[in-house]
């Protein structure tokens, strides 16, 4: 069973920088994408960016495109958010997802099989 944990999440004030992290554990050669989704209060759960674990390259939600940047650590099975020149819009439950393919954020379930319990990111003033 894939275990994913994410942290990093907190206060940041408008326009500033915050670093997220996922460790996933007991990963198998099917897992082969890493993502992370986010939900804010009242809204549906969207895609923010997603990595291929063989190298491939990332995507990124169009609100996030050249103000975030996802990435794996020297652990393939670590991932990063960083979160740069961050927006209100920006707050909201970051989720940490893995499963066998990216592309699907169309899918049910966003095409992903593990999430998560998610870490709560808060855009101030």
């Known amino acids: 069973q894939v275990r994913l944990v994410e942290s990093g999440g907190g206060s940041v004030q408008l326009g500033g920088s915050l670093r997220l992290s996922c460790v996933a554990s007991g990963t198998s050669s099917n897992t082969n994408c890493m993502a992370w989704f986010r939900q804010a209060p009242g809204k549906e759960r969207e895609g923010v960016a997603e990595?291929?674990?063989?190298?491939?390259?990332?995507y990124y939600a169009g609100s996030v495109l050249g103000r975030f940047t996802i990435s794996q650590g020297n652990a393939k099975t670590t991932v990063y958010l960083d979160m740069n020149r961050v927006k209100y819009e920006d707050s909201a439950v970051y989720y940490c997802?893995?499963?066998?393919?990216?592309?699907?954020?169309?899918?049910?379930?966003?095409?992903?099989?593990?999430w998560g319990k998610g870490t709560l990111v808060t855009i101030s003033s």
């Open positions: 990595i291929p674990l063989n190298g491939g390259r990332a």
């Open positions: 997802a893995a499963g066998d393919a990216c592309g699907r954020w169309s899918w049910p379930g966003h095409g992903m099989d593990y």
